[in-house]
């Protein structure tokens, strides 16, 4: 008996052929009267007709012919004695390739022939059916084909190509005998299909804990002292650094850091406060010349013809606070040339500090060292003006005006 997909049947024509007394006779009977070879979807039987056409003879047999049903010959083709019609049915087959799944269509009356219809060489896959399976009535409708590949292995710092016949990464690792630890992961997720070719990376993943120490850094306070000169600064009581602990959580992957996290801190070594003293005592004045107050290093000539050392008044040994005006006055008055020297330096300002380097105090803008090299002590500008005065034209006799930039 013949067997047909989607509900198709093949009704063989009875035997009992009527016959009926016809123009012609016995000879025009056996004349149309023409033996085929009907197959169909592999199952082959004979049969008799009177048909014309492929079409009639599948007509006359209760075969429909739907769209994507192949026909060999067409269906137009004129039936002649002994010939074999051939009729492949379409058949739907869900195929799961290389972990990719598809619905196809095929005329295949098996397995093989399905495969072959689909383009996909079975030789060395794995194949979920016999490839003599049948498709006829559904049968092995559902397919999963596994194809062998060559794939490069990446795992703990060595590449290896392996042959293996895989749909997935998963399978990959497991067909080349890779262990997976705890937290370790692969380069694309572990249901993903694999292709020929393809890479898959092991990516070892690692947590351990890390422990940092850190410096606390002592405080620094700073008090006023009357009994140190003026800036200078003495350590009272010594500090020290502090040093604290603190544990990470670090995560490697393949030994690189991705990730870092504090889990604990605490402090090893606690950190000493440092106190340090700082002068804030006025200098002693300079003591009083002794005699009339006339020192003879004042009456050196500098050779200028502009205003001698001796311009303005000379230091008496007063040293009571003076004014401005009376600054001006011991100058030498406007004109002078130590008058217009000292508004230039330092505004009659016998306290005065330059703001950009504060290395030139006082009314003449001493350094410290010139300011010692004649004589002076301390800070010119704790000196009173008859000091700084006296010193300036003590340096003007040895060394000129060249020694003020004013001048």
């Not at 989607?6 to 016809?22: C, E, P, S, Y």
């Not at 070719?197 to 120490?213: D, H, I, P, Q, S």
């Not at 606390?216 to 140190?228: A, F, G, M, P, Y």
């Not at 003495?234 to 544990?247: A, F, L, M, Q, S």
């Amino acid at each position: 008996m013949l067997t047909a997909l989607r509900n198709r049947k093949v009704q063989i024509a009875g035997q009992a052929v009527v016959i009926t007394t016809l123009v012609g006779g016995t000879a025009a009977f056996v004349g149309l009267n023409k033996q085929v070879d009907l197959t169909v979807d592999g199952q082959t039987q004979q049969v008799r007709t009177f048909a014309d056409s492929v079409s009639d003879v599948l007509e006359a047999n209760d075969i429909e012919v739907a769209q994507g049903d192949q026909v060999q010959p067409g269906a137009d083709a004129s039936v002649t004695r002994g010939m074999d019609i051939i009729v492949n049915t379409s058949k739907d087959v869900d195929l799961t390739l290389d972990g990719i799944t598809s619905e196809e269509t095929t005329t295949g009356n098996t397995v093989a022939e399905a495969l072959a219809d689909l383009g996909i060489d079975p030789e060395g896959a794995e194949v979920s059916a016999d490839l003599d399976a049948t498709l006829a009535d559904g049968q092995n409708s559902d397919l999963t084909v596994v194809t062998p590949k060559t794939v490069t292995v990446v795992a703990d710092g060595e590449r290896t190509s392996v042959d293996l016949t895989a749909a997935s990464a998963q399978d990959v690792i497991d067909k080349a005998g890779i262990e997976l630890g705890e937290g370790d992961t692969l380069s694309l997720p572990l249901g993903a299909p694999i292709a020929d070719g393809g890479v898959v990376e092991v990516l070892r993943t690692k947590t351990a804990e890390k422990t940092e120490t850190q410096t606390i850094e002592k405080k620094v306070t700073t008090k006023n002292d009357s009994s140190l000169p003026r800036g200078e600064r003495k350590v009272e009581t010594e500090g020290k650094d502090g040093k604290r602990e603190i544990v990470y959580a670090v995560t490697t992957v393949n030994g690189e850091q991705v990730a870092k996290t504090k889990k604990s801190e605490k402090v090893v070594a606690e950190a000493k406060e440092e106190v340090v003293l700082l002068g804030t005592k006025e200098p002693e004045p300079a003591p009083a010349p002794e005699g009339n107050g006339d020192d003879s290093d004042d009456s050196g000539d500098s050779g200028d013809s502009g205003d001698s050392g001796n311009s303005g008044q000379e230091d008496n040994g007063d040293r009571s606070p003076m004014t401005t005006a009376e600054i001006k006055e011991m100058l030498g008055g406007p004109g002078s040339r130590w008058y217009n020297l000292v508004k230039c330096e330092s505004n009659f300002d016998p306290k005065a500090v330059n703001q950009q380097n504060r290395a030139h105090f006082g009314l003449f803008q001493f350094k410290i060292a010139t300011w010692q090299s004649v004589g002076g002590t301390g800070n010119p500008a704790d000196a009173h003006p008859r000091e700084q005065f006296k010193r300036a034209k003590i340096l003007q006799q040895q060394e000129g005006w060249g020694q003020w930039a004013c001048a």
